[in-house]
């Protein structure tokens, strides 16, 4: 039981959906606080019927709170989890600055919620793209021990935020009556189009987001032999990430072994019906907790490979699902800093 918890970034999209979730889920807490910048301190806030008003983000907020979520852009994280971390305040980090800071447990609670354990003030949770990815993961490194990924996204507009999503609405409506729009969140038009290009340019060819696909899965599952090859790739979709992801496996997992290992997998769920058109859609994900997986088959290129299709709602899964399911996770453990 946290006696007081701050959500911090309270009124940004994936701030809203934290709210949403810790109001119907059953985190056990006594008193909440809502914490954000100056341009949202002052506006108020319903919590389970009763209004709030949202408290600038300052190292004196923290004074009193057990447990604070945050949603912040890097630079504001790097900030205030000091201040936070100083005062006796378990943080969990959505933000992308402490993920490889090697004193930070970086936590999906199906894959590896040992790690949580271990902390020392600051948990992060991944990138959305990864959080999906390591879900789907975890049963065949589980019964086969991966040794390689080849995984290509397919990147909804809400990973770059509200402004991307109306970027994809206003960009496609312009298009349709042949005027020019300009794009505020991305370099080139979303609509009609697909941009593979997310992040900044960052090692060999790859991009940014590309890179926290390969070192935080490397970390959740505590093995820097995986080898992994992302391509990551904006598509005019407004919201849930789609992957595709070839596996190899160093024991041979079977078409029929990988159908089971993903239909009793934790936080899975095994949409899979070619025949029939069944498999996961952006549209059918949206606004669902799970990971969903679909068109399981042996990878025809290598001996022990399996390759699939996976859906997640990106803002909550990939975000505010997984962080309220740590502060979970840490509420079953103890919360106290080892
Ligand atoms: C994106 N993964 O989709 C990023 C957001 N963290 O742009």
Redesign the pocket.
Known sequence: MFDTIAVVGATGAVGRLIRTLLAERELPFGRIKFLASERSAGSTIEFRGETHVVELLCPDAFDGINLAIGSTPDPVAKEFVPWAVDRGCVVIDES?YWRMDPTVPLVVPEVNPEAARNHRGIIASP???TTQMVVAMKPLHDAGRIRRVVVSTY??T???GVV?QADLENGTHMACHGKDYEYQAFAHPIAFNLIPQ??SPKHAGYTS?EM?MVLETQKIFGDDSIRVCPT?V?VPVSNC?SESILVETEKKITLDQARELFASAPGIKLVDDLPNGKYPMPRDCSGEDATFVGRVREDLSCDNGIAFWCVSD?LRK??ATNAVQIAELLATQGASVS
């Open positions: 992308g990138n959305c793209s990147q909804a809400s990973g770059a991307g997310i992040g987001e926290k990551c904006r990430h990106n990939g975000a």
